[in-house]
């Protein structure tokens, strides 16, 4: 009796064993399930110029910042959707717009001299909706390849401004939201990696973003103007040109699975 009671209790104790080293050998050998929603903060730095049309003129890159929150729902381990809205800064330097000056002497001659230089940096609304496509090949990190819409919603724009007044240079800022139109519509592609932390997970990115709307909204202004005591001058203005955004951004991410 006691024989077969310590039998029966020594192949249950195998039997139980045996099972928990199955159970974890398969744990071990399964990856973990990926959280569906994702749920974080993203911050970085923009570098933008503008694309303008009918012109060989070229603008200076101008860094500006980028915070958003985002959420993110993986369809599956390989593809998932990204709702983005925050804080974005485009814009230009060194930008010239128009023909230039022209200054008239006593004598009648006649100079043209550049235009004034223009700093124009905007703040934007931006919400963005992008379609990700992931490697899950490790299990440390994933590379990862995105694209999707983006709109911009202009809030504020200023315009630092390089030029003459009365045969004198002068710096001054001055309000320029009125000068570019309230939307811009355009494109984010990018590519990325993804690390996983564990307690969340850390996201490096790299985007490049083109504008598809022409947001010069002040066509023939000549409101303002930097002028000389003869009354020659030319315009605050950007010009009779399509002007487009366009511009890199690097940052870096934090989601928290749900």
Known sequence: MKN???????????????????????????????????????????????SVS??????????????????????????GMSLEAGFSQ???ARFTPGAGRVTATPGGTTTVVSGNLNDYRLSNVQANLLSYFKL????????????????????????NVEGYRFGSPT???VDATNQFKAMDIGMIIGTGVDF???????????????????IN?????SANWIG????????????????????????VGLGFKL
């Open 196 to 214: 996983d932390l564990k307690w969340a997970t850390l996201m490096l990115d790299a985007r490049y973003r083109h504008g598809f709307t022409d």
């Open 228 to 251: 000389n005591t003869d009354g020659s001058g030319y315009p605050l203005s950007l010009g009779n040109q399509d002007i487009r955004t366009r511009g890199l951004s690097f940052q």
């Open 217 to 221: 909204n002040a066509y023939g202004q």
């Open 136 to 159: 899950p090949v490790l299990s440390v990190y994933e590379p990862k390849v995105f694209i999707g819409p983006s709109f911009d919603f202009n809030v504020h724009a200023t315009n």
């Open 90 to 92: 485009s814009g230009a």
């Open 54 to 79: 009918g012109t060989t003129k070229s603008t200076t890159a101008l860094a500006g910042a980028q915070a958003t929150v985002f959420a993110m729902y993986n369809v599956n381990s390989w593809v």
């Open 171 to 173: 710096k001054y800022r």
């Open 4 to 50: 077969g009671l310590k039998k029966v209790t020594l192949l249950a104790a195998l039997a139980v064993g045996a099972f928990t080293f199955g159970a974890n050998a398969q744990d071990a050998s399964t990856p973990e399930k990926q959280s569906s929603f994702i749920l974080g903060v993203r911050t970085g730095v923009n570098v933008n110029d503008f």
